[in-house]
C-alpha cells in the first residue's frame, strides 16, 4: 500500500516538479487518482499567474520595462511588436542588474525603431500586489 502511494507520489512530481508534501496533499484530496491530482496541481500553478498587456510608445518601454523590474513582483516581461515577441526577460527574485542589463540594451535599440509596442508582464496573483502596495505605502522603508 505504501509502495503503491509512494510510486504515484513519485509520478506526480515527476510530471509537476512539486515537493512530496505537495504531490500527497494533492493526491489525498482526490482520493488516490494520479492524473486528477496532476490536474489539479497545473491548474492551481496556472491560477498563481496573471497576464496583462499594454500599449507603450517606442521612447517608454525602456523607462517602463526599468519601472516593472524595480518593483519586483513580476516574473516575466515580454515586448511585441505586431504580435511578434522583440524581448523575453525572465525576472526573478535576487536578479542582479548584470543578468538584466544585456536585455535592457537591446530593449533601447528596438525601442528606439519602433513607434508603438505592447509589453506583456506576467505576475504572481494578488499575493504579490498585496505586499507591493504594502511597501510603497509603509514609511519605514
Known amino acids: 500500500m505504501i509502495t503503491e502511494e509512494l510510486e504515484k507520489v513519485d509520478v506526480i512530481r515527476e510530471r509537476t516538479g512539486v515537493d512530496y ?53 513580476v516574473t516575466r516581461i515580454r515586448v511585441k511588436k505586431d504580435d511578434r515577441v522583440l524581448v523575453d526577460i525572465p525576472v526573478t527574485a535576487g536578479v542582479v542588474g548584470t543578468v538584466i542589463a544585456p536585455y535592457l540594451t537591446v530593449l533601447a535599440g528596438l525601442a528606439a525603431l519602433a513607434s508603438k509596442c505592447t509589453i506583456e508582464v506576467e505576475r504572481l496573483n494578488r499575493i504579490a500586489d498585496k505586499v507591493e502596495n504594502d511597501i510603497d505605502n509603509s514609511d519605514e522603508f
Open 21 to 73: 508534501e505537495q504531490a500527497v496533499e494533492a493526491l489525498r484530496s482526490v482520493d488516490g487518482d494520479v492524473l486528477e491530482a496532476i490536474i489539479k496541481l497545473e491548474k492551481e500553478e496556472k491560477q498563481k499567474y496573471t497576464k496583462e498587456e499594454f500599449q507603450v510608445r517606442g521612447q517608454q518601454v525602456l523607462g517602463r520595462v526599468k519601472d516593472l523590474i524595480r518593483k519586483g513582483n
